[in-house]
T-cell receptor, first 117, second 110 residues
């Protein structure tokens, strides 16, 4: 594809519901990253994958958050029992090789705006 | 938590003027990157400077890096209204994840 795509672009849900956010990285990109961005702030790292392996999930705020990338391509970020404080823009990025400390550019998707009522 | 701090938080200039934004960080880095975010759009990578580089140019952009002071600056010359956006610096260390600053909001008035 031409770039990283994310769906849905907007998601409004009620507190307590589960949500699944999808990321489709650039074809052939090894690494995939999830970030969360609050209004007026820079993105904050959540987790990342090399191929299907979750390499780092240190940024996930609690055990309601999980992510998977079962076939090393599309990834899903799942938030269970959503709370109002989960409202934010969730951004996905991919990079070609993802070697530790690499200079690969991370290409970002348009994000999913999550609103929890 | 965010590592970078950007200064100023907001900047308003006239078209044609230069805009300078600064970024400070706390830990050792492999490289530092600058991103732009337009209203309603995604993050776009602008330029990357490696830790062993001191200055880099790309079109109207000039980035400097001072690892002794743990700081970087982004200069946009001859600004245009289309440069209106939020600008973020981001550092990357051996783990490969980007650590973003809080950003500078730039408004360029026509």
């Amino acid at each position: 594809g031409a770039g990283v795509s994310q769906s849905p672009r907007y998601k409004v849900t009620k507190r307590g519901q589960d949500v699944a956010l999808r990321c489709d990285p650039i074809s052939g990109h090894v690494s995939l990253y999830w970030y969360r961005q609050a209004l007026g702030q820079g993105p904050e790292f959540l987790t990342y994958f090399n191929y299907e392996a979750q390499q780092d999930k240190s940024g996930l705020p609690n055990d309601r958050f999980s992510a998977e990338r079962p076939e090393g391509s599309i990834s899903t970020l799942t938030i269970q029992r959503t709370e109002q404080r989960d409202s934010a823009m969730y951004r996905c990025a991919s990079s070609l090789t993802g070697l530790a400390g690499s200079t690969d550019t991370q290409y970002f998707g348009p994000g999913t705006r999550l609103t929890v009522l | 938590s965010q590592q970078g701090e950007e200064d100023p938080q907001a900047l308003s200039i006239q078209e044609g003027e230069n805009a300078t934004m600064n970024c400070s960080y706390k830990t050792s880095i492999n490289n530092l990157q600058w991103y732009r975010q337009n209203s309603g759009r995604g993050l776009v990578h602008l330029i990357l400077i490696r830790s062993n580089e001191r200055e880099k140019h790309s079109g109207r952009l000039r980035v400097t890096l001072d690892t002794s002071k743990k700081s970087s600056s982004l200069l946009i010359t001859a600004s245009r209204a289309a440069d209106t956006a939020s600008y973020f610096c981001a550092t990357i260390n051996n783990t490969g994840k980007l650590i973003f600053g809080q950003g500078t909001t730039l408004q360029v008035k026509p």
